[in-house]
């Protein structure tokens, strides 16, 4: 592949490092079922094995359909921004009462919230005062090597040999227990670790008022 000028290939290789691997983490509850929505994030002792930075800011939506917040769990980058559109037919009231962002917007069908700021690291919770069974959660993170889950699984790419600790947080782990966490190791020869992790979790909020999460 051409790369012009040929300053901007220097910056590109520089920017990856010289071996890169994937540690791809399986996640699963109690009755081994997949585990979607879970943030996982690696840190490492070594910082020269760190992934490569987050891109530019982006603006997310987070939609509101059925009377559910979609999605369950936003990953964001500080200075990312979020938008709560409502495709309901019903009036929504979104507000948090989280310590990185306090805010509320009163949305009639059709409407979409101004974009929202978020420039604090942290979880913020996001409830309807409306429909006390939604819920949605802003993850926000500087973390360099961080996913969320899909189909049960995580992939977090492109990382140097090293040693890590992998870092999971879930809405419905149980409060106050600390999160779960596993080391890894990527050798130089590995192109890929696997590792698998269960997790205990509590029944899906999205039934009821998850108010003892809303100060996040």
Aim: charged share 15%.
């Amino acid at each position: 592949m051409r790369c012009l000028p040929a300053i901007a290939c220097l910056l590109v290789a520089a920017a990856w490092p010289a071996f890169a691997a994937d540690v791809i983490v399986h996640l699963r509850d109690g009755q081994g079922h997949a585990v979607n929505d879970a943030v996982v994030w690696l840190t490492s002792e070594n910082a020269a094995a760190a992934a490569v930075p987050a891109g530019p800011a982006a603006t997310h939506v987070i939609d509101q359909r059925n009377e559910t917040f979609v999605p369950y769990v936003q990953l964001l980058r500080p200075g990312d921004k979020v938008v709560f559109r409502n495709s309901d037919s019903t009036r929504h009231h979104v507000y948090s009462f989280a310590a990185i962002k306090t805010f509320e917007f009163v949305l009639r069908p059709g409407e979409s919230s101004p974009a929202l700021l978020m420039d604090h690291t942290g979880i913020a919770a996001v409830g309807c005062n409306i429909h006390d069974h939604m819920v949605t959660y802003l993850f926000v993170s500087t973390e360099p090597a961080i996913a969320m889950s899909g189909h049960g699984e995580a992939v977090l790419g492109h990382l140097g040999v090293g040693r890590y600790v992998v870092h999971v947080w879930h809405p419905q782990l149980h409060p106050g227990r600390p999160t779960p966490t596993q080391a890894v190791t990527v050798a130089a020869d590995s192109d890929a670790v696997q590792l698998s992790l269960s997790l205990s979790l509590l029944p899906d909020p999205r039934g009821f008022m998850d108010r003892e999460h809303l100060d996040y």
